[in-house]
């Protein structure tokens, strides 16, 4: 099963995939590309969990994605072969992206304290007071590439999920093992699951 629609994990209902490590031939992962159907349902789930999500508090967010990073650093050489295995780079290269998918969290709270907390705003006019507040928009989709499977998709969905947007993640058909321990992790670190939807295809 490669796909995690509506809080499950299922294979698609499309056509046929397979997952090739260039370097060899091995086959790293094989199931089916989710359907138009599947992807609705998958939308209209992070749609109905975004009513919820958007309401919890951003240090509760935070410690979330918090105990995802922690996850990424203890699995770090695994994830790293994986993303190995799956592009052809050379491991150094991927054991250095892991390394920026896990600084993306920190990097990602300084952002948003810096743009998005809750300001005061004197405007200049007496007794005039205003407050600047940013809100979440809803269900974010996530297009994921094969050259940088983790940190490219992670750097979209670690700010989205921190600001109180779900997120529908569809990975390159290249490289679909990758966004699934990705999903694992975020799962593992406590995120509600309709939080996050996969789609690969």
Same mark, same amino acid.
């Given at each position: ?9 299922v ?11 260039p ?10 590309a989710a359907t138009?159907? /599947?992807?609705?349902?998958? @939308?209209? &789930?992070?749609? &109905?969990?975004f009513?919820?999500w958007?309401?919890v508090?951003?240090? *509760?967010?935070?410690? @979330?994605?918090t105990r995802?990073?922690? %996850?990424?650093?203890?699995? #770090?050489a695994?994830?790293a072969?994986?993303?190995a ?7 150094? *290269? ?11 969290i920190?990097?990602t #709270?300084?952002?948003?304290e ?5 300001r005061?705003?004197n =405007?200049g006019?007496a007794?005039?007071?205003? !407050?600047?507040?940013? #809100?979440?928009?809803?269900?974010? !989709?996530?297009f994921?590439?094969?050259n940088?499977?983790?940190?490219l998709?992670?750097?979209?969905m670690?700010?989205? %999920?921190?600001?109180g947007?779900? @997120?529908v %993640? #569809? =990975?390159?058909e /290249?490289?679909?093992a990758t ?8 799962l593992?670190?406590?995120? =509600?699951?309709g939080?996050i /939807?996969? !789609?690969q295809?």
């Amino acid at each position: 099963t490669g796909c995690f629609i509506d809080g499950a994990w299922v294979d698609g209902a499309g056509e046929a995939m397979v997952d090739i490590d260039p370097t060899d031939g091995d086959v790293l992962w094989q199931g089916h590309a989710a359907t138009s159907a /599947q992807v609705d349902q998958a @939308v209209r &789930a992070a749609a &109905a969990a975004f009513a919820t999500w958007r309401h919890v508090p951003v240090e *509760e967010r935070h410690a @979330v994605l918090t105990r995802y990073a922690a %996850l990424m650093q203890r699995d #770090k050489a695994e994830l790293a072969e994986l993303i190995a295995r799956e592009t052809g780079k050379p491991l150094w *290269e991927c054991t250095g992206e892991v390394g920026a998918m896990i600084g993306k969290i920190a990097v990602t #709270k300084r952002a948003w304290e810096a743009r998005c907390s809750e300001r005061r705003i004197n =405007p200049g006019v007496a007794d005039v007071v205003g !407050v600047r507040r940013v #809100k979440p928009h809803g269900p974010v !989709v996530v297009f994921g590439p094969f050259n940088l499977p983790g940190h490219l998709p992670n750097g979209h969905m670690v700010p989205a %999920l921190l600001a109180g947007n779900t @997120v529908v %993640l #569809k =990975p390159s058909e /290249q490289t679909p093992a990758t966004a699934i321990a990705m999903v694992e992790r975020l799962l593992e670190a406590g995120l =509600p699951t309709g939080c996050i /939807q996969l !789609v690969q295809g």
